[in-house]
């Protein structure tokens, strides 16, 4: 599981990092809103945590950019700030969770525990689509037949957003990072393949506004 962790108090930072790489995580690190816009657009991650006040481009004003973009990636605000008006101003800007400082590494454990159920992120899980075809997330087997990295993660963004339109933005906003953005004929290719592989009708094409996985 890749982190972005933007915190500009050094020892807390440190603290946080040794913390989350003990659990296994690959941690990123930014001290300023700026850094983390730069690098949330080069790398994919499965989880933002971020602090507020921090130099340059604010925690708050740095979520709401990215979430303008489409971008559906978890993010944890860990902020001083304690009013009910910032928690708001928090939710407000796209974050999924906000831990008010101080406060014990065990309860961001637990909070990161959370996104990761609710998110279905590193789990060990099969997906049965249709009577005979299943879909392994570790191993990235569909039935007998790996799947290629990018057609993986295009079939469990739609597992994991069943019954939803999806627009091809949406897509590349979430699986691709900005420089190595796909063309929308190189996305249409993916559905092509993934269908002749789970069927025609599982994927349904809304026109004019994406996709559906039935």
Sequence with gaps: MRVLLLEDDMILCEIITEYLE???????????????????YLQKFDLLLLDVNVPQLNGFSFLKSFRGTGAKTPAIFITSLHGSEDVLEGFEAGCDDYIKKPFDLIELKARIDNIKRHFHIDEKQI?????????DVATKMLNSKKLPKKEAQVLEY???????????????SNIWSYEDSPTHATIRTYIKNLRKLIGESTITTIKGVGYRFD
């Design 22 to 40: 003990a659990l296994g995580y690959e941690v990123s690190v930014t001290y300023n809103g700026n850094e983390a816009e730069d690098l949330v």
């Design 127 to 135: 997906y049965t689509i249709g009577d005979e075809i299943s879909y």
């Design 158 to 172: 739609f597992l994991h957003h069943k019954a939803q339109t999806i627009s091809t933005d949406e897509l590349i």
